[in-house]
């Protein structure tokens, strides 16, 4: 919906960036960061490797190679989507910042990895637990803080 409001200068977008620049400078900034951290590649990749080698040990090697190929599609998704949008990120006159690179990385890392570890758990809470806090962490920290490079 935002990104529709976005390309098209819809009713949405100034409700949204007015929101973007309060949510901006409130906050509990170092839980933010730590959950934008959460997104990075570097964080992400591995925690999604980790559960794609145990998949792969386990014989379940068909989800193992989906996993892969849907995080590789992230980057080749992400970024010509931000160059279409070219959304100023909030509180910076730079575009870039939309869609955030860090909440999709969170999703599809922590949510394949949750993916593939649900059957070898034998508590469904831990799967939503690893799931979700992917997720949201990424998401809230996005949308808490501002980073201090494109996400």
Known sequence: ??????????????????????????????????????GNMQVAVPVLACAVLFAWFRRARR????AVLTMA???ALVVPLKLWTDRQGPLTEATGYYPSGHTTTAMVAYGAAAL??????????MTRGAG??????GAGGAVVHVCPFPC
């Open 132 to 137: 979700g806090g992917g997720v949201g962490g």
């Open 63 to 66: 989800a193992a190679v989906y």
């Open 1 to 38: 919906m935002i990104t529709w409001q976005v390309l098209a200068d819809g009713p949405l977008l100034d409700p949204d960036e007015r929101l973007g620049l309060e949510l901006a400078t409130r906050g509990p900034g170092g839980l933010a960061d730590l959950f934008a951290d959460l």
């Open 73 to 75: 599609a992230v980057p």
């Open 116 to 125: 593939l570890l649900a059957p070898y758990l034998r508590r469904s809470w």
